[in-house]
């Protein structure tokens, strides 16, 4: 059974900061992986999908990357602002399920302090 | 385009009572999928569609059923309420399966 862990559970940066979260997968037969932002009250957003072929993908100050073979992925956000505070979500599906199925871990609540 | 949206945004149900948790999506998607998120924890998956009159079980699907009559609409059933269904329930939708999946904004539902 795909577990998904997120690391570290909550984190509190100045402005301005540079910062990683991060997700660990433990099997390694992914289809994709995505990335999603959710705002207190609110749904998902997706921000990154990374398909199991390719190891990175940017959007504006994000980029997230992906080792398979490590059951890793990391989101950097470079020069955090206060409007980037929200809780970030990983997920996974796997090969045998053609990505139809999502796993998620619990989420990284990322606070920017002005 | 609206995206998804769901209906309503909040419910407070008594044990033993049914409801219908409604999602529609106006962006011709193929797939569409309900989770549920419990207080500090990830999404669960709790039923999935493939298309009209095709539908499957994901993680935890007991006490719930689903339909699919048409592309648009995948309402949520919950039968015989229980106080373990206390959760928020997200609908989301995808154009196909391993593409990025929308999210509506959410039903949060206590079951006293």
């Known amino acids: 059974k795909q577990e998904v862990t997120q690391i570290p559970a909550a984190l509190s940066v100045p402005e301005g900061e540079n910062l990683v979260l991060n997700c660990s997968f433990t099997d390694s037969a992914i289809y994709n992986l995505q990335w999603f932002r959710q705002d207190p009250g609110k749904g998902l957003t997706s921000l990154l999908l990374?398909?199991?072929?390719?190891r990175e993908q940017t959007s504006g100050r994000l980029n997230a990357s992906l080792d398979k073979s490590s059951g890793r992925s990391t989101l950097y956000i470079a020069a955090s602002q206060p409007g980037d505070s929200a809780t970030y979500l990983c997920a996974v599906s796997l090969k045998e399920t053609s990505g139809s199925r999502l796993t998620f871990g619990e989420g990284t609540q990322l606070t920017v302090n002005p | 385009n609206a995206g998804v949206t769901q209906t309503p945004k909040f419910r407070i149900l008594k044990i033993g009572q049914s409801m219908t948790l409604q999602c529609a999506q106006d962006m011709n998607h193929n797939y569409m999928y309900w989770y549920r998120q419990d207080p500090g924890m990830g999404l669960k998956l709790i039923y999935y569609s493939v298309g009209a009159g095709i539908t499957d079980k994901g993680e935890v699907p007991n006490g719930y059923n689903v339909s699919r009559s048409t592309t648009e609409d995948f309402p949520l059933r919950l039968e015989l309420a229980a106080p373990s269904q206390t959760s928020v329930y997200f609908c989301?939708?995808?154009?196909?399966?391993?593409?990025?999946?929308?999210f509506g904004p959410g039903t949060r539902l206590t079951v006293t």
């Open positions: 989301a939708s995808s154009r196909m399966t391993g593409y990025e999946q929308y």
């Open positions: 990374i398909q199991s072929s390719q």
